[in-house]
């Protein structure tokens, strides 16, 4: 055998040997971490699924997960949808900062949390947190824009919500986008 080809062989093997002991290593990382809580990772990033949602947040859609007073699926801004009023979930409904709170407290968000999270939605600081505020601030989770504080906050409450594994997926996404919608959908009907 060549020196050549025995050099190749030997950088090969240590190549193989590195990422077997280190995919070895992260399993018995993530089994041991999976027995304790779940705890937020630092910096939390999209998935590609989830950031397809933010870019519909960003063109005036939102999307929810089930039903939503007979609707499905996406609610555009400012205007009615499926034969529901503009008041109800796309419209001119708001949800309240201390309704707001409330989500965001049943998705794990700590006061500090809480406080900077509706501080970033509530642009206009009127008190309420409007249907295009609400999009607005999705949409800023986007990869352009997810190394804000604001962003960072966000998209940890979504995955402490979840999986808390660093990663916000759809369902976690969707779950957000989704409280907030009946919420104001309920704001809506009042």
Request: cysteine-free; glycine content about 14%; aromatic content about 6%.
């Amino acid at each position: 055998m060549s020196p050549l080809i025995s050099g190749l062989a030997s950088v090969a093997s240590m190549v193989f040997n590195a990422a077997s002991g280190g995919s070895s290593k992260a399993a018995a990382t993530r089994r041991s971490s999976e027995t304790a809580d779940a705890q937020p990772s630092a910096v939390v990033t999209l998935s590609p699924q989830a950031e397809a949602l933010a870019g519909f947040a960003g063109k005036g859609i939102l999307v929810s997960q089930g039903k939503l007073d007979g609707a499905l699926g996406a609610v555009q801004r400012g205007g009615a949808q499926s034969g529901r009023s503009a008041g109800a979930a796309g419209g001119g409904a708001s949800v309240s900062v201390q309704d707001f709170q409330e989500i965001l407290t049943r998705f794990g968000a700590d006061d500090a949390q809480k406080q900077q999270i509706t501080a970033g939605f509530d642009a206009n600081k009127d008190g309420s947190i409007s249907h295009d505020e609400f999009l607005k601030g999705m949409a800023s989770t986007s990869i352009q824009k997810q190394g804000t504080d604001f962003s960072q906050a966000v998209l940890q409450m979504m995955d402490k919500g979840g999986d808390a594994n660093g990663v916000v997926n759809q369902n976690e996404f969707a779950a957000f986008t989704t409280a907030f919608a009946r919420a104001e959908t309920r704001v809506g009907t009042v």
